[in-house]
Every structure is written in C-alpha cells, then in structure tokens.
C-alpha cells in the first residue's frame, strides 16, 4: 500500500495519506482544510556488492582447488578471513586440523 506524504500549501503542516489504488485525487490539509501538494520523503536504500577483490580471490581459490592444490587454497582462504573454507581446503591437503575454540577462561 502506497504512502505519500504531503505538506499545506497554506500553513505547511506535514501528513502522511494511505491509498490501495494508485489513483489519487485532491488532498485537504486536516489542519486548515487547504489544498496540500504531495512532498519527496527521504528514504534509505541498501543494496550489497561485491567487490573486485573478493570476486578476484573467490577465483583463484577455485582454481587452486580444481587444481588439488589445497594447501596453496587454503592460505589464500585463511588470509581473506574465509576460515571456514581455510579449514577445509587444510584438511584435504593433509593437514590434522582441530576446530578452533576459544580457552576457558578462570575466574
């Protein structure tokens, strides 16, 4: 359902309308009763990339992995922070890897 916001022409209060359709007729002011014009509201819009880097890396551990060349994918993938992908691609060179976990701590 659309919102559309609106200001008076007359005494410039602020407002906000509903409509289902998007036919829209003449708004009144709830205020003064005056004609209002419809305003342009601020809004925020997120939106996700991906950056040349990432995608660049993303590549070349693929390739090290079609390649069998796990250890160098798994270097690669622990320096860009993929430690997930890291652990893996260790485990299929060879390597006896532990799931990290933190030390308990004694209070």
Not at 19 to 45: L, M, N, Q, W
Not at 66 to 78: I, M, V, Y
């Amino acid at each position: 359902m659309p919102i559309y916001e609106y200001r008076c022409k007359n005494c410039g209060y602020k407002f906000e309308r509903f409509y289902r359709t998007f036919k829209i007729e003449e708004v009144h002011c709830p205020r003064c009763g005056e004609t209002a014009e419809k305003i342009i509201s601020p809004f925020f819009a997120c939106t996700e990339e991906v950056s040349y880097e990432n995608t660049r890396v993303e590549e070349k551990i693929k390739n090290y992995e079609r390649e069998g060349k796990f250890s160098h994918a798994a270097e690669l993938a622990d320096k860009s922070g993929l430690k997930e992908r890291a652990m893996e691609n260790y485990k299929k060179a060879g390597y006896e890897v532990e799931r990290w976990k933190p030390k308990e701590q004694k209070f």
